[in-house]
């Protein structure tokens, strides 16, 4: 099986613009997280996705959204960018959604706000 | 709230030597615990889990791991290291507390020193 594919795998953005990343999950995986990895604050969770519906949500702005699709695929949408949003951002494929199911990480799509 | 610590950010260690990796959490609740490998330019593979029963959890890459609940810690032991193994070593928790989302410890880096 395929794993997780996230693209693009790099970005370069300036302040104040948007930008979409994506995220296939593992074929038949349902839920789709997404993490922000930076060295200063670690690895945070933004939100999850389980059957186009979001089941979860961490503690960030308004800002960063995302989405689900009927195959699963998920993006995320960050408008106004800020030099903060400098990261690694990580998406991770689950068969279903419950707290024992193995999460299954994408490489991650690097962020560069300028 | 609930939190993570992973009390060495850098650990090195001679190849063929062992090596233990400390997580501690804290939460007043039954918790779910794992521990993931970021290899570098990577994203995140999960090495092992604890859900429940025997609180000795064998992983992978001869990875092994102690869930103590007295002492509210989950360690990371492997008894021979290779220089593959380099690597930055994740401690999460997952509980009611987190709505069952993974709660993460800011990371080990394991360096293997020839």
Same mark, same amino acid.
């Given at each position: ?114 | ?5 992973? &009390?060495?950010?850098?650990?090195? $260690? ?5 090596? /233990?990796?400390?997580? #501690?959490? +804290? ?23 604890? &859900?429940?029963?025997?609180?000795? $959890? ?5 990875? /092994?791991?102690?869930? #103590?609940? +007295? ?44």
């Amino acid at each position: 099986k395929a794993g997780v594919t996230q693209t693009p795998r790099y970005l370069i953005k300036t302040r104040g613009q948007q930008v979409t990343l994506s995220c296939s999950p593992i074929s038949g995986h349902r839920s789709v997280s997404w993490y922000q990895q930076t060295p200063g604050q670690g690895l945070q969770f933004l939100f999850e996705y389980f059957s186009e519906t979001q089941r979860n949500k961490g503690n960030f702005p308004g800002r960063f959204s995302g989405r689900q699709f009927s195959n699963s695929r998920s993006e995320m949408n960050v408008s106004t960018l800020e030099l903060g949003d400098s990261a690694l951002y990580l998406c991770a494929s689950s068969f279903s959604a419950g707290p024992e199911e193995t999460q299954y990480f994408g490489p991650g799509t690097r962020l560069l706000v300028l | 709230a609930q939190s993570v610590t992973q &009390l060495d950010s850098q650990v090195p $260690v001679f190849e063929e030597a062992p090596v /233990e990796l400390r997580c #501690n959490y +804290s939460s007043s609740v039954s918790v779910y615990l794992f521990w993931y490998v970021q290899y570098p330019n990577q994203g995140l593979q999960l090495l092992l889990k604890y &859900l429940s029963g025997s609180t000795l $959890v064998k992983g992978i890459n001869g990875f /092994e791991a102690e869930f #103590n609940k +007295s002492q509210t810690s989950f360690h990371l032991r492997k008894p021979s290291v290779h220089i593959s193994d380099t690597a930055e070593y994740f401690c999460a928790v997952s509980s009611m507390d987190s709505n069952y989302q993974l709660i993460w410890g800011a990371g080990t880096k394991l360096i293997i020193k020839p």
